[in-house]
């Protein structure tokens, strides 16, 4: 397999995620930026990519004979078009990483040239700061080999785990989605405190501290979510009362049914 540091990896897709995984790889060190090539139509995003000395090109046929190792970072409906222009291209030693929602590994085998090494990848945009959170799962031309070459390239970008194609949706409703409704409750904990007088730009940074704080410990601290939640309500205290005040809201259930959305509207792109 692949020594690392020789690997050369290209993206089809300028956009934030093909960034975030770039950057999070990058940031390893163990990948130089002259082994990575995107392709996008446009050059409006190229930019940020040039600062982090990757070569840009708008042929995706430029990227699949630089690369082993393409992830594909377009939109869904654009793959089968994208897969269509580089098949000629592809060989045996590619690994194929599709990042696009809904679109089974099936489906991808389909439309790939016959034994073709592919994977699904579901990251989140924290890798760019290598904190996030990434599912693959591996179509049945990828080895457990490959795979776990993958989750050893890409942990530089987060937490990473491997897992069947079923999990997919549900990964993208919980953690890729999921990032922006934690912005929601940020933004919401803080206007809360800005009722309560406090000045905004101070209460947006103790918001984002906050959950920062909360994440690290629920990561890190081996305990159960309702464990530490217990820890911080004394009885008859302020929390309890702003925990009443949640349930009345339905926060539970409508952060369930955010992720259950979220999850359903995964599974419905890949059928379109």
């Known amino acids: 397999m692949e020594n690392l540091s020789q690997l050369k990896i290209g993206f089809i897709g300028a956009g934030n995620m093909a960034f975030a995984i770039s950057q999070g790889i990058l940031k390893s060190g163990d990948i130089p930026p002259s082994s990575v090539i995107v392709s996008a139509p446009s050059k409006n995003n190229f930019a940020r990519f040039q600062a982090m000395g990757v070569a840009v090109t708008h ?61 699904r990848l579901m990251p989140n945009l924290p890798c760019m700061l290598q904190e996030g959170a990434l599912l693959l799962a591996c179509g049945t031309g990828a080895s457990q080999e490959v795979g776990a070459l993958l989750k050893t390239l890409l942990c530089s970008c987060g937490l990473v785990e491997v897992g069947p194609e079923t999990w997919i949706d549900a990964h993208t409703g919980l953690s890729g989605s999921g990032v922006a409704f934690v912005y929601v ?73 955010a992720v259950e959305a979220a999850t359903l509207r995964a599974s419905q792109l890949g059928r379109k």
Do not use: Y
């Not at 984002?208 to 690290?216: D, E, K, P, S, W």
């Not at 464990?227 to 409508?254: F, M, N, S, W, Y």
């Open 59 to 119: 042929s995706n046929e430029e990227v699949v004979d630089f690369s082993c190792l393409v992830f594909l970072a377009v939109k869904p409906h654009l793959l089968p078009t994208v897969i269509n222009g580089i098949s000629e291209h592809i060989t045996p030693q590619h690994i194929i990483v599709s990042m696009a929602a809904g679109i089974t590994l099936a489906t991808l085998e389909e439309l790939l040239p016959g034994g073709s090494r592919v994977m």
């Open 185 to 257: 409750f940020a933004e919401a904990l803080a206007d809360g405190a800005v009722k309560m007088g406090m000045p905004n730009t101070l209460a947006q940074r103790i918001a984002a501290q906050t959950i920062l704080g909360a994440g690290r410990l629920l990561r890190d601290g081996g305990k159960h979510p309702a464990q530490l939640r217990a820890e911080v309500c004394t009885p008859g205290g302020t929390t309890i009362h702003g925990l009443h005040a949640l349930e009345k809201g339905g926060l539970r259930a409508a952060t369930m049914g």
